[in-house]
């Protein structure tokens, strides 16, 4: 049974920094590119970067309140762990934070291409 369980949330002031880690288990998760999305309240899930399997290819949303040059998503094959390094938060980047995989190397923006999720993680950033 596959797992993805998301650690690492919490409340943060506007400027911090927090990391976020997702756990996999029950998949060859070497083989798998792993995304980050976001669910902020009253909005809809949203992209926000990923981490292609081999040689670290990365991708990051940039658009609207763009997190690129903010987080940095890196991985960790013998734990298992994907991280999402979030830097000079913003009271906009409040949202539950969730991690899934799909298999292959595309790095795919699209919430239903992707295989497996975690149940989420909630980051919360004070003024």
């Known amino acids: 049974q596959v797992q993805l369980v998301e650690s690492g949330g919490g409340l943060v002031q506007a400027g911090g920094s927090l990391r976020v880690s997702c756990a996999a288990s029950g998949l060859t998760f070497s083989t798998y590119t792993m995304g980050w999305f976001r669910q902020a309240p009253g909005k809809e899930r949203e992209f926000v970067g990923g981490?292609?399997?081999?040689?670290?290819?990365?991708?990051?949303?940039d658009y609207g309140d763009s997190v690129k040059g903010r987080f940095t998503i890196s991985r960790d094959n013998a734990e298992n762990t994907v991280y999402l390094q979030m830097n000079s938060l913003k009271p906009e980047d409040t949202a539950v934070y969730y991690c899934a995989a799909v298999r292959g190397r595309t790095i795919l923006i699209r919430q239903d291409s992707y295989d497996y999720w975690g149940q989420g993680t909630q980051v919360t950033v004070s003024s």
């Open positions: 981490l292609a399997y081999g040689g670290g290819r990365t991708y990051y949303a």
